[in-house]
């Protein structure tokens, strides 16, 4: 079983920085892509960026972009997500999430972490 577990969230202030983390374990695996997404309470959970594990591209929601930014450690199968400047419209729930090639299963799957939570006071 492939498991994402997310760690980083916290209270900031706005135009403060967060940097959230996401480490994938489990049996024998491939990724393919790595995207962070969000939820606000009452809304529905939204893209907030993405990065492909091969090439490293990457993409960002509007919202965030030149504000956010995503890395991957390819040897420690994580992702981070930077965020600075933030704004109390960032305040959500981070779900990291992983469309991983399950070399066993030989089926490519989309795993979820468990979220966490980010709030940014004004």
């Known amino acids: 079983q492939v498991q994402l577990v997310e760690s980083g969230g916290g209270l900031v202030q706005a135009g403060d920085s967060l940097r959230l983390s996401c480490a994938v374990s489990?049996?024998?695996?491939?990724?393919?892509?790595m995207g962070w997404f969000r939820q606000a309470p009452g809304k529905e959970r939204e893209f907030v960026s993405l990065?492909?594990?091969?090439?490293?591209?990457?993409y960002y929601a509007d919202s965030v972009k030149g504000r956010f930014t995503i890395s991957r450690d390819s040897a420690k199968n994580t992702v981070s997500l930077q965020m600075n400047s933030l704004k109390p419209e960032d305040t959500a729930v981070y779900y990291c999430?992983?469309?991983?090639?399950?070399?066993?299963?030989?089926?490519?799957?989309?795993?979820w972490g468990q979220g966490t939570q980010v709030t940014v006071s004004s």
């Open positions: 999430q992983g469309v991983i090639w399950d070399k066993l299963l030989s089926r490519e799957l989309v795993y």
């Open positions: 990065i492909t594990w091969r090439g490293g591209t990457t």
């Open positions: 489990g049996r024998t695996f491939s990724i393919t892509v």
